[in-house]
């Protein structure tokens, strides 16, 4: 099984009420090496609140002691998770420059200002209408800020619709995943595995495998793993999987990040 969750979150991020110690404690139970926090950071999204962000300042200060306190069991990075829109780029790109993060993922929460997953950008729409309007601002999202190390779950939108998965496939999408996908190539950011669509019923993680292949068919490289859990229980969901879903991809490497740096880990060690 592969050591290291990049993805995950806790009582800084409005949707998790795990302290930092208990990740740490649920990610060593789990017999995980390494481990990155990716508290929320999404300013401006109107059904989180304004300014449901964390205090930097604050989160730093915890998580440097908790980096100390189990530094002789687990290796625990700082990371944070940006909730993209499009007026946020020249916000964003201050912001990441101002703390010294390990890993930065730039996720799309938003659409047309409501948050995705309280379905307002479904009203009047079929869910194919409404995750290609998701799709596009996602574009818009990536244009105007890439300063991130990998983009995260590319296609959550399916959990949200009202039969899900059944308006989606990235044959139905491939103009907009496609436009997307080349964007992040050129710019020299990643994507992630983030194993939470299994965790939310989905038949697959996200991306779903067709997408993992376009990204590698476009020379897309750079993928990171994570479960985006938010309870100790949640920490390499599914984990046991990840190694055939890379296979089946293509990718014969995974990268973990440090200081912003990819260090890549060949898929099939130990």
């Given at each position: 099984?592969?050591?290291?969750?990049?993805?995950?979150?806790?009582?800084?991020?409005?949707?998790?009420?795990?302290?930092?110690?208990?990740?740490a404690e649920g990610a060593i139970r789990k017999g995980l090496e390494v481990i990155c926090f990716t508290d929320h950071f999404d300013k401006d999204n109107m059904d989180w609140g304004a300014e449901d962000v964390f205090d930097p300042e604050k989160y730093f200060e915890k998580m440097v002691q908790v980096q100390e306190k189990y530094r002789d069991r687990l290796q625990i990075r700082i990371g944070v998770e940006l909730?993209?829109?499009?007026h946020l780029g020249s916000f964003y790109e201050a912001f990441v420059k101002k703390y010294p993060f390990d890993f930065v993922?730039?996720?799309?929460?938003?659409?047309?200002?409501t948050d995705i997953a309280q379905k307002k950008v479904f009203a009047g729409r079929t869910d194919a209408e409404a995750y290609r309007v998701i799709f596009q601002e996602m574009i818009e999202d990536v244009k105007a800020y890439h300063g991130f190390d990998v983009f995260?779950?590319?296609?959550?939108?399916?959990?949200?619709?009202?039969?899900?998965?059944?308006?989606y496939s990235y044959q139905r999408f491939a103009d907009e995943i496609d436009t997307l996908l080349r964007i992040l190539i050129d710019k020299g950011c990643g994507i992630e595995l983030n194993m939470s669509?299994?965790?939310?019923g989905l038949p697959f993680a996200h991306p779903h495998t067709d997408v993992l292949k376009r990204?590698?068919?476009?020379?897309?490289?750079?993928?990171?793993?994570?479960?985006?859990?938010?309870?100790?229980e949640h920490i390499a969901y599914d984990y046991d999987k990840v190694r055939d879903i890379l296979a089946e991809c293509g990718f014969k490497y995974y990268a973990e990040f440090k200081e912003r740096k990819p260090h890549f880990y060949k898929c099939l060690q130990s």
């Open positions: 099984m592969i050591k290291a969750d990049v993805h995950m979150h806790t009582d800084f991020s409005h949707d998790s009420d795990s302290t930092p110690e208990e990740m909730g993209l829109q499009p993922i730039g996720s799309v929460h938003s659409a047309e200002r995260g779950h590319v296609d959550y939108v399916a959990r949200y619709g009202r039969e899900r998965e059944k308006e669509g299994l965790k939310y990204y590698r068919e476009l020379g897309g490289e750079l993928i990171t793993v994570g479960a985006d859990g938010h309870r100790p």
